[in-house]
């Protein structure tokens, strides 16, 4: 079965993931760093490394681009951007 673990390398998916994968389970687990991701590959896990978020001024969630987000990400930060600006204003 393919098991997804939001926070794989947190302190419970730390112990978890390797028990799934033992019984023989297919898992794909979230990270916030891109550095621990090399521990999920190390426990046969394909890592996920999620684009960050912040909060902008007016309170708004506004998505940053992740390295190698490439030019749709950046166009879609660009816009968020800007819609948080003319709400501001």
Do not use: C, Y
Not at 6 to 26: D, K, M, Q, S
Not at 34 to 57: E, N
Not at 58 to 71: A, D, E, I, K, T
């Amino acid at each position: 079965m393919k098991v997804f673990v939001a926070g794989a390398t947190g302190a419970l998916g730390r112990r978890l993931v390797p028990v799934l994968i033992e019984r023989g389970h297919e898992v794909v687990g979230t990270t916030r760093t891109p550095g621990k991701a090399d521990a999920l590959r190390a426990a046969d896990a394909r890592p996920v490394v999620p684009m960050p978020w912040t909060v902008t001024p007016s309170g708004r969630p506004s998505s940053r681009p992740s390295p190698g987000g490439g030019r749709r990400a950046d166009k879609q930060n660009s816009e968020q951007e800007r819609h948080s600006k003319e709400d501001e204003g």
